[in-house]
């Protein structure tokens, strides 16, 4: 039952193909291609994603008051998933890999710790080629699990989905929308009594600023109940050159990415508003008194016009900001949101704790419950010695809830 606690990448098939080819050389990651006939994608949208967003173009570009900015979501059209997906294979994007480490090492683990007969959401799901390491842990363990892929882009949810092997026990579906269509839809009745993890991997949550990724995941707390979980990756980098450089690739494919939002926003504004031969990207590491992260901006390479206003090349519009996660800023969000950490499975060293590695980084995937606001129930959880050795948390939580 439900809890009543608190709120709380576009080219030909021919040469995505080649690309496929090229990358699967040298990524062990790659599912063998099975094709499926009929991909089952939910359409669960709301309203169109358009029209919200024409709206937020408009008020973003010239707000009454602060800097000017663009939607993020303006990166992740068809096109932009498809280039995004190139970039998880640059050498300089190190999340994918290192998130793929992760869970090459600790797929079974986690597999271990989500019922069977669950739902797995993965929010902003992309390229599948991370999540299907912990899906195929599903299917070697004879886990029943229902996965559903939520992204912004049908013909790419088809078109991933498709590549998934076919499993026996893992079902895939697509639900085609937001991650706030995703929370209505998962209010749903016929939902919200099963049992449930809500993924973000790929430091998603990187891209709200932090008081927001707090409320963000809270949000969606309100769709879970006793013994559900969320799963979430994030960076913590604080290497300078290193996150400069993911975001600023040498053969040019992010800024390529970030650029065709504004092509993006032509199409969805139904007007040229937007020349793209007058912009282009600006990257920059950033690390202050807010913590670390990357911010993109557009920039004018001449004076330019946008819904009548002169545009100077000196100022910026910002489209994107990746932020990083210290320890601190980390637990800071996980009480904001009253989420419990249950468990972390790591790559590298804790940023900042290791002062003689100062630059190393690592990503991280905590796993969550959700936390009831009762001080014992937190405290029975760190009492992580009553976990059965397999680790599966959802067969402590009964005896955590005697107390
Ligand atoms: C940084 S990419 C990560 C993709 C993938 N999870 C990974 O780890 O490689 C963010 C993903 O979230 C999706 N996304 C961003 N904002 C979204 C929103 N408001 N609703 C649904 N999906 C969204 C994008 O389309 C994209 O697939």
């Not at 508003?273 to 670390?292: K, L, S």
């Not at 009831?372 to 809830?401: C, E, I, K, W, Y």
């Amino acid at each position: 039952m439900p809890s009543s606690a608190p709120d709380l990448t576009v080219m030909a098939y021919g040469a995505l193909a080649s690309l496929k080819a090229a990358a699967a050389a040298k990524d062990k990651t790659k599912p063998k291609l099975f094709s499926h006939p009929k991909v089952d994608i939910i359409d669960i949208r709301r309203v169109e994603v358009e029209t919200n967003l024409k709206a937020d173009i408009v008020s973003q570009f010239c707000p009454k008051e602060g800097p000017r900015k663009l939607p993020t979501l303006l990166l992740y059209d068809e096109r932009g998933l498809q280039l995004f997906e190139k970039i998880t294979y640059l050498e300089e994007y190190y999340l994918t890999n290192d998130e793929i480490q992760v869970l090459e090492s600790s797929a079974k683990e986690i597999a271990g710790s989500i019922p069977s007969e669950s739902m797995v959401i993965e929010l902003g799901s992309g390229n599948l080629r991370k999540v299907n390491l912990l899906l195929q842990a599903f299917e070697d363990a004879g886990k029943s699990i229902d996965y559903y892929a939520l992204d912004l882009s049908k013909q790419e949810l088809e078109r991933t989905l498709a590549q998934l092997p076919a499993y026996q026990h893992v079902r895939a579906h697509g639900l085609f929308g937001t991650y706030d269509d995703g929370r209505e839809w998962l209010k749903d009745p016929s939902n919200i009594s099963r049992r449930k993890c809500i993924m973000s991997l790929g430091s998603s949550i990187g891209n709200f600023e932090r008081s927001a990724a707090a409320s963000f995941l809270k949000s969606f707390s309100d769709v879970l109940s006793h013994g559900d979980t969320m799963l979430i990756g994030l960076d913590a980098c604080n290497d300078p050159a290193k996150v400069y450089h993911a975001y600023n690739d040498k053969e040019g494919i992010t800024h390529e990415f970030i650029l065709n939002g504004l092509r993006h926003a032509n199409r969805v504004l139904g007007q040229a508003a937007f020349h793209e031969r007058d912009w282009r990207v600006i990257g920059e590491y950033v690390h202050d008194a807010e913590g670390g992260r990357h911010q993109a901006f557009y920039s004018p390479v001449r004076d330019t016009t946008v819904f009548g206003q002169v545009i100077r090349p000196h100022e910026r519009i910002q489209v994107e900001e990746s932020l990083k996660w210290s320890p601190e800023e980390t637990r800071k969000m996980w009480d904001l949101a009253g989420m419990t950490e249950k468990g972390k499975w790591m790559h590298g060293t804790e940023y900042g704790e290791q002062p003689a590695f100062p630059f190393t980084h690592i990503t991280y995937i905590p796993i969550f419950r959700r936390q009831l606001g009762s001080a014992r129930f937190f405290l029975s959880l760190s009492l992580s010695l009553d976990r059965p050795v397999n680790d599966d948390f959802t067969q402590a939580l009964p005896h955590v809830l005697t107390f």
